[in-house]
Structure formats: C-alpha cells, structure tokens
T-cell receptor, first 116, second 115 residues
C-alpha cells in the first residue's frame, strides 16, 4: 500500500513565523502535491512537483513556497505565516504519467495548521 | 474554466436507506473522474475512478458511480448506507490534457447517517 506521511497532525504557529510542513512518500512516486482544504471550498492546489528540484504553481501559490531535494520528500513552506493561512493541509503523491495516464493520487492524513 | 459542482453541501440519510451524491463537471472533453471519501481527521481515500469503457463503475465499500456524458455527471450511489459511511465525499476530475495528474475538486458533500 502507498504510504504518504505528513510529519505533524496538528501545528500551532504565530503570525510572521516561517513554517515548514513535511511530507514523505514511500512508493517512489514522481509526482507530489500540496493542497489546502477549507470548508465549502474543497481542496485547492497550492504547488506540485513532478521531479526532484522541479516545481509548478498550482491555483493558490501566493504566500507559499516548496522544496523537493529528494524524490520521497516534498516540503511546503509558509514564508511569513498569516492568520488567513490557518487551514488543513494535505499532501498527495502519484506515479509519473503521460497526458493520458490514469493513476490516482494518494493522500496523507493532513496537517491542521493554526496561525495565531 | 474547468469546474466541479457538488450541489449538496450536507445530506442526512437513515441507516439502511439508499444514497445518491451528485457531481457535475464543466469541461470540453470527458476527463478522468474520481470519488474520494474523507473520514473525520483523516486524509482522502479513493472510492472509485472512471477513465473509459463501462459507464457504471464499482468501487470499494459497496459504492458505485455512473458516468452520464449527456449530463456531464458522475453521481455516486450506495444501495444501503451504514453508519460508518458518515464522512465527507469529494468528486474530482483530472483533465486529459492537464498533465501531471492535476485534480480539480468539488466543494464536498458531508454525509450524516441517522441510526
């Protein structure tokens, strides 16, 4: 079974802090994703990565950056945390694909982040 | 713009009753279609997926979904709901030409089950 592990289930930080959320997958997947989940909005893609050191902006990248130094690890960084970044953050991974691939994404359990 | 609509924010059913959760998408061509379930405090688990072929797909936990091209719909069904099915359900699409398996999610439907 694919295992996607997020380092923290709950995290509380202060406004202005630099925050790191870590995600590790154990299935040698090429693609990794970071989403935020808010009530009534579903999941929105922040950033994704299709290879080591490669990244692409998703739909809501502002205020975030990412790092992928190793294939199995994908980090989300809040450069200067703000209260509107309080949310549930979900990491996902999937195998490499062509434009017509059919592999679903596998999700971690999420990190509930509160910014005070 | 591509979008996914789940018209029902909350649904409550009695245990043993049938269930249908609605999903409509807006896209020029038939995308890949998915249903995920999220139990409280958990990540998302894939219930089923549609890529091509038979328009009625079977998933885990007794769920099925039917793709209707004419209605741009992919509704999720279960004939008899169990209390453990209480969760939030997300419909998602992956455009064929999107590359990198990007998913577009609906806002979700929260299901409550009465005993």
């Amino acid at each position: 079974d694919v295992k996607v592990t997020q380092s923290s289930r709950y995290l509380v930080k202060r406004t202005g802090e630099k925050v790191f959320l870590e995600c590790v997958q154990d299935m040698d997947h090429e693609n990794m994703f970071w989403y935020r989940q808010d009530p009534g909005l579903g999941l929105r893609l922040i950033y994704f990565s299709y290879d080591v050191k490669m990244k692409e902006k998703g739909d809501i990248p502002e205020g975030y950056s990412v790092s992928r130094e190793k294939k199995e690890r994908f980090s989300l960084i809040l450069e200067s945390a703000s209260t509107n970044q309080t949310s549930m953050y979900l990491c996902a991974s999937s195998p490499s694909l062509t434009a017509y691939s059919n592999q679903p994404q596998h999700f971690g359990d999420g990190t509930r982040l509160s910014i005070l | 713009a591509q979008s996914v609509t789940q018209p029902d924010i909350h649904i409550t059913v009695s245990e043993g009753a049938s269930l249908e959760l609605r999903c409509n998408y807006s896209y020029g061509a038939t995308p890949y279609l998915f249903w995920y379930v999220q139990s409280p405090g958990q990540g998302l688990q894939l219930l089923l997926k549609y890529f091509s072929g038979d328009t009625l797909v079977q998933g885990i936990k007794g769920f099925e979904a039917e793709f209707k091209r004419s209605q741009s719909s992919f509704n999720l069904r279960k004939p008899s709901v169990h209390w453990s099915d209480a969760a939030e359900y997300f419909c998602a699409v992956a455009p064929l030409s999107g590359g990198y398996n990007k998913l577009i999610f609906g806002a979700g439907t929260r299901l409550a089950v009465h005993p």
